[in-house]
């Protein structure tokens, strides 16, 4: 594993990105990440995908600078629809203040896009996802079930006025998130994406330490989303996710299997989980606000004990 004086964040904690500090008053954020389509409007993938890649720069509370596309497309289809994809991508980086500035193509059988991206922060202000401590409380930003209405379009079962909410969602910057948590000053934040509410918190109470209790009540779900669980609408990658945590969560006795499995839900793009002091909470929630950010519901506490677990209640 690398390890230099100048590699602030490395891959032993798990985090969003890596940080690489060059002077005492810079350091780079680099992270990759790409995807196959999750849905069918080429232009709404691309905006997607750059907004899910943009957000570990966010996660770790840094300003995104440059990227470059990374995509994966069939020699096969229309090249206007790679066009399209790739206008997403170049608007919603442009909303983020992001420039792209190439990439790398390849013929591939199904298509993929996303953004490696370079962001920027002052050494030392780096939020990791290994800094919780117990009394925080945990702040998240975005509603869940992505995953879940995705899957329901792809069985042609999700109405389109849930998809659109999912995707806008989904769509929308972490930036005023991250914005807000940095000017507060937080602990400990990781972006929900593809291992979902519990195995991104999995990592973050592992890598803190620490405990976690949450409560599925207090956890705000996209509509449309119990309807499709009751129609066992569930991705594979939730029922992964599932198993993978079954180790490091407690649920409690009365939690349904659909409950279960909707906290364990694979995410694109989804808001940021931040650990944030008590004191501070008031603080965060009226930064969030003024950023304009919708969702910041208060879903569960850092503790002190079952360290590296996390308890689940209705
Ligand atoms: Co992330
Ligand atoms: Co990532």
Redesign the pocket.
């Known amino acids: 594993m690398a390890s230099h004086p100048d590699l602030l964040v490395g891959i032993e904690t798990g985090d969003?990105a890596a940080v690489y500090r060059l002077d005492d008053k810079t350091a780079i954020i680099v992270t990759v990440d790409f995807f196959t389509p999750i849905t069918d409007d080429p232009y709404e993938f691309g905006v997607i995908a750059a907004a899910n890649s943009l957000?570990?720069v966010y996660?770790m509370g840094g300003k995104p600078l440059v990227a470059l596309n990374v995509v994966g497309f069939p020699a096969e289809l229309a090249v206007e629809m790679l066009g399209d994809v790739l206008k997403g991508g170049y608007d919603k980086a442009l909303e983020a203040g992001c420039l792209i500035v190439g990439g790398h193509t390849v013929d591939d059988a199904e298509p993929k896009y996303g953004l490696s991206v370079v962001g920027l922060i002052e050494p030392g202000k780096e939020v990791s996802n290994a800094n919780a401590k117990p009394g925080d409380v945990l702040v998240l930003t975005k509603p869940i079930g992505t995953g879940i209405v995705t899957t329901g379009c792809k069985q042609g079962i999700t109405p389109d006025a849930i998809l659109k909410q999912a995707v806008d969602t989904m769509a929308e910057l972490n930036k005023g998130a991250s914005e807000a948590m940095m000017k507060v000053g937080v602990n400990s934040c990781?972006?929900i994406?593809g291992f979902g509410l519990m195995g991104?918190l999995s990592g973050m109470v592992r890598g803190s330490k620490t405990g976690a209790r949450i409560r599925v009540g207090d956890v705000p779900v996209l509509p449309g989303v119990w309807d499709l669980l009751e129609k066992d609408t569930v991705p594979g990658g939730t029922f992964r996710n599932m198993s993978s945590v079954a180790e490091s969560v407690d649920w409690d006795d009365g939690l349904s299997e659909k409950q279960r499995l909707l906290m364990c839900d694979a995410q694109t793009s989804g808001g940021l989980l931040i650990s944030v002091p008590k004191a501070k909470l008031d603080q965060l929630l009226s930064e969030l606000d003024a950023a304009g950010v919708q969702t910041k519901a208060l879903v569960g506490e850092i503790t002190a004990e079952n360290v590296g677990r996390i308890n689940v209640s209705a």
């Open positions: 969003d957000s570990d996660a990781t972006d994406t991104h």
